[in-house]
């Protein structure tokens, strides 16, 4: 299964900009880029995924490098409610393969 | 539309016991999976069914299994339980199989083996 990076935490201020970084220097051409989050006592929650191009939801921007070797999750403005653990996933099958995940903390 | 719901919420079962666990899982949704977390390895894939049948199997002892039901449902069996086994176990479920489908999460079972 390919391996991701992540930063063990981050902290950030409410109100402003968070980018979460993720390194896959294994990625493989059909491997999908997936971010899920877990807030304090709940399952898992999907964020975002991609695959070669940038995208944007409600929740979420993802940045993906051109050579797909590295992403970024772009909370635009963080809140109280995203202090989470984030994680980044490479999914080529349908098993979701979870790393350590970062540590998101956010100060008001 | 309700989410997945999984049952029980919390469990004590004492070692050698053996215990299930009950996942619905969103309507129309026909892919389960179930997943391990504990704090000192994280989450772990066990394993995942799609239309009544076990596609993917995570590394994990026979002691665990599960099974799917025509209407989606699925449950998972631990038997001759270990401490080890404390944990709480998710399940997902999804619309299908491909990469992209998100799965969404369940709020899990608590485990406590004594």
């Known amino acids: 299964d390919a391996k991701t990076t992540q930063p063990n935490s981050m902290e950030s201020n409410e109100e402003e900009p968070v980018h979460l970084p993720c390194n896959h220097s294994t990625i493989s051409g059909t491997d999908y880029i997936h971010w899920y989050r877990q807030l304090p006592s709940q399952g898992p929650e999907y964020v975002i995924h991609?695959?070669?191009s940038n995208v944007n939801n409600r929740m979420a921007s993802l940045a993906i490098a051109e050579d797909r070797k590295s992403s970024t999750l772009i909370l635009h403005r963080a809140t109280l409610r995203d202090a989470a653990v984030y994680y980044c996933?490479?999914?080529?099958?349908?098993?979701?393969?979870f790393g350590a995940g970062t540590i998101l903390r956010v100060k008001s | 539309k309700a989410g997945v719901t999984q049952t029980p919420r919390y469990l004590i079962k004492t070692r050698g016991q053996q215990v299930t666990l009950s996942c619905s899982p969103i309507?129309?949704?026909?892919?389960v999976s179930w997943y391990q977390q504990t704090p000192g390895q994280g989450l772990q894939f066990l394993f995942e069914y799609f239309s009544e049948t076990q596609r993917n199997k995570g590394n994990f002892p026979g002691r665990f299994s599960g099974r799917q039901f025509s209407n989606s449902r699925s449950e998972m069996n631990v038997s001759t339980l270990e401490l080890g086994d404390s944990a709480l176990y998710l399940c997902?479920?999804?619309?299908?199989?491909?990469?992209?489908?998100?799965?969404?999460f369940g709020p899990g079972t608590r485990l406590t083996v004594l």
């Open positions: 996933i490479l999914r080529g099958g349908n098993k979701l393969v």
């Open positions: 309507s129309g949704h026909r892919s």
């Open positions: 997902a479920s999804s619309l299908g199989t491909s990469f992209y489908n998100e799965q969404f």
């Open positions: 991609g695959l070669t």
